[in-house]
């Protein structure tokens, strides 16, 4: 277990960079080819150790795996990404950042619903203080980026804890670093094609009469200069290849409900990191939302502290009541 709250603590960290680096890095690409980039740098970085474990655990890919890549790498990459990188358009990126957080919520649910794991009563309770946490740091009621960016937001949220439960699913059957390594190539390769539908000029016309010059003639590898590699490169590699592979490792590890503290605690991480980079401030708002959040992250973790501290006495009496017997 505590493998897995190492894999907790890394993707918490990688992901709540996240924003950060893209913003940095923004400037240099259009937001598909960034997301495209990136998944592809993550993907190919992943790809030795995929091939070794494969090689390890000997299993052959067939027809069904490839085809089950191809469905996680479709709502991964080309849905839920996308419709994320279509929200920071119409919401500011701090807000996008703790809406997409809600995914551990979904991603619960689903798992509930799709793969029976249980919802505990402190996973409950952890559910709703977080979601306080987020409603108040976001102010909903009174929120000035207009209803796309949450509807996108939240769609693009549900759509990644789908993806989630649906590769909890199978992932036992390859390991957590295969499932994202060969959803993310095939992911790729989907887009690619979307990719290429943009430069006909019927489709491009069209995508710019409707205002979305942002998904019109999308370049693949202009604005890669010198100076935009440093960026780039974080992003593919840490944020996209380790970060999303050590949170399907948690998932393996220590399961759905545990892992899910990964986006419970980014609203929390996101911005002091954002204070200390960018030089964002925090309001008093947000150290409320952070507040409940962290309280609904404890809530989830004291009752394990509460069995191990009780496991070794039980463990000690077994062996005395079992020599009684035998005396």
Request: glycine share 8%; net charge positive; proline share 4%.
């Given at each position: 277990?505590?493998?897995?709250?190492?894999?907790?603590?890394?993707?918490?960290?990688?992901?709540?960079?996240?924003?950060?680096?893209?913003?940095?890095?923004?400037?240099?690409?259009?937001?598909?080819?960034?997301?495209?980039?990136?998944?592809?740098?993550?993907?190919?970085?992943?790809?030795?150790?995929?091939?070794?474990?494969?090689k390890k655990i000997h299993i052959s890919l067939r027809g069904?795996?490839?085809?089950?890549?191809?469905?996680?790498?479709?709502?991964?990459?080309?849905?839920?990404?996308?419709?994320?990188?279509?929200?920071?358009?119409?919401?500011?990126?701090?807000?996008?950042?703790?809406?997409?957080?809600?995914?551990?919520?979904?991603?619960?649910?689903?798992?509930?619903?799709?793969?029976?794991?249980?919802?505990?009563?402190?996973?409950?309770?952890?559910?709703?203080?977080?979601?306080?946490?987020?409603?108040?740091?976001?102010?909903?009621?009174?929120?000035?980026?207009?209803?796309?960016?949450?509807?996108?937001?939240?769609?693009?949220?549900?759509?990644?804890?789908?993806?989630?439960?649906?590769?909890?699913?199978?992932?036992?059957?390859?390991?957590?670093?295969?499932?994202?390594?060969?959803?993310?190539?095939?992911?790729?390769?989907?887009?690619?094609?979307?990719?290429?539908?943009?430069?006909?000029?019927?489709?491009?016309?069209?995508?710019?009469?409707?205002?979305?010059?942002?998904?019109?003639?999308?370049?693949?590898?202009?604005?890669?200069?010198?100076?935009?590699?440093?960026?780039?490169?974080?992003?593919?590699?840490?944020?996209t290849g380790c970060g999303f592979a050590f949170y399907f490792?948690?998932?393996?590890?220590?399961?759905?409900?545990?892992?899910?503290?990964?986006?419970?605690?980014?609203?929390?991480?996101?911005?002091?990191?954002?204070?200390?980079?960018?030089?964002?401030?925090?309001?008093?708002?947000?150290?409320?939302?952070?507040?409940?959040?962290?309280?609904?992250?404890?809530?989830?973790?004291?009752?394990?502290?509460?069995?191990?501290?009780?496991?070794?006495?039980?463990?000690?009496?077994?062996?005395?009541?079992?020599?009684?017997?035998?005396?």
């Amino acid at each position: 277990m505590k493998k897995g709250y190492l894999c907790i603590v890394l993707a918490t960290f990688l992901f709540s960079t996240m924003e950060i680096a893209l913003k940095l890095t923004a400037g240099n690409f259009n937001a598909i080819q960034l997301t495209f980039l990136r998944f592809l740098i993550g993907s190919l970085v992943l790809l030795p150790p995929t091939l070794k474990h494969l090689k390890k655990i000997h299993i052959s890919l067939r027809g069904s795996d490839f085809a089950f890549f191809a469905l996680t790498g479709l709502i991964c990459v080309n849905i839920s990404m996308i419709l994320y990188q279509m929200a920071v358009l119409y919401a500011p990126a701090s807000t996008v950042a703790v809406l997409f957080s809600c995914n551990s919520v979904f991603l619960v649910l689903f798992a509930f619903f799709l793969l029976g794991e249980k919802i505990r009563i402190n996973t409950g309770i952890c559910i709703v203080l977080s979601l306080l946490g987020m409603m108040v740091m976001i102010h909903p009621f009174h929120f000035s980026g207009g209803a796309a960016g949450i509807i996108l937001s939240l769609t693009a949220a549900v759509t990644f804890a789908f993806y989630s439960a649906v590769g909890r699913g199978r992932s036992g059957r390859y390991g957590g670093i295969v499932m994202t390594c060969f959803s993310f190539l095939f992911g790729c390769a989907e887009m690619l094609v979307l990719i290429f539908l943009t430069h006909l000029r019927p489709v491009a016309l069209f995508l710019r009469r409707a205002g979305l010059d942002q998904f019109a003639s999308i370049p693949i590898f202009s604005g890669i200069e010198l100076s935009s590699l440093p960026g780039l490169a974080y992003v593919g590699i840490f944020v996209t290849g380790c970060g999303f592979a050590f949170y399907f490792l948690a998932i393996e590890i220590a399961g759905s409900a545990k892992a899910a503290l990964v986006f419970f605690c980014k609203p929390v991480l996101a911005p002091l990191l954002s204070l200390a980079v960018l030089g964002e401030t925090i309001t008093p708002r947000m150290s409320a939302g952070i507040a409940l959040i962290v309280l609904g992250s404890l809530v989830t973790f004291l009752p394990e502290f509460s069995l191990h501290r009780h496991a070794v006495p039980a463990q000690t009496e077994q062996p005395l009541h079992k020599r009684d017997k035998t005396s």
